[in-house]
């Protein structure tokens, strides 16, 4: 303030001109950069959020698809002839019901390529695309996967992300490098129903017939239905 006092009137006027001049600009472009900084966090944040909708809904509609066509399956009658008759305990048989398995699964389910595996299976037999080579299936029927579900009893449980190591009591092969160490699942037990027409439908082409839905037997086992998917698919 001193120096201030000490200069001449001339150089006293500049330099308030130019405080007055500077706390201006200093506060609009204070206030211009905060309204600036808050106007892009603003959009970033919608953009975010519309990307993460934008997901969720495409995650929604595949999971959904998957569901759909869980439920259809119920409806196969190939698949209902297969487990309704004795499974033969011949090797050769059982490749040829294995590949008649596979066929059925890839109809409903071959299209969606972020399926990691699937496969039936029951306390006797295993059946699909497993890629799951280095298991037998006992390490199947005795997981937490098998049990949930039977526990649903036909209803499809969705379970979240697991290390396939601790899922299936593999912890030896932690260190093994599995492709895809980490998956989550959809599980369920297939109640397979048949649907037959009765009556003579030739007597009319107009005839619609009457539609009997017959379940298997109270004493055939139940496959249940394992369907994999990689972790990074959500």
Excluded at 47 to 60: A, H, L, R, S, W
Excluded at 82 to 97: C, K, Q
Excluded at 99 to 113: A, M
């Amino acid at each position: 303030f001193r120096k201030y006092r000490e200069l001449n009137l001339r150089s006293k006027l500049i330099l308030s001109y130019f405080f007055l001049i500077l706390l201006p600009m200093v506060t609009i472009g204070l206030v211009t950069y905060i309204l600036s900084y808050n106007i892009l966090l603003k959009n970033s944040r919608d953009n975010i959020f519309e990307i993460v909708k934008k997901n969720n809904n495409i995650i929604d509609i595949k999971l959904s698809q998957i569901e759909y066509n869980a439920l259809n399956l119920v409806l196969d009658e190939e698949l209902y002839d297969v487990f309704s008759n004795d499974i033969p305990d011949d090797a050769g048989e059982l490749i040829r019901t294995d590949k008649l398995v596979t066929q059925i699964l890839n109809k409903y389910f071959s299209h969606y390529d972020y399926i990691y595996s699937i496969y039936l299976v029951t306390n006797e037999f295993q059946f699909g695309k497993s890629d799951f080579i280095f298991l037998n299936r006992d390490n199947f029927t005795k997981t937490r996967l098998y049990l949930d579900a039977l526990e649903e009893k036909g209803k499809l449980r969705w379970v979240p992300t697991y290390h396939v190591c601790d899922m299936f009591g593999i912890n030896e092969l932690k260190n093994a490098g599995i492709e895809y160490p980490y998956l989550f699942s959809a599980v369920k037990q297939l109640n397979l129903v048949k649907v037959e027409t009765i009556g003579d439908l030739a007597l009319s082409p107009y005839a619609q017939g009457a539609r009997e839905m017959r379940n298997l037997p109270g004493n055939v086992e139940r496959p249940v239905i394992f369907i994999n998917f990689k972790e990074d698919m959500l």
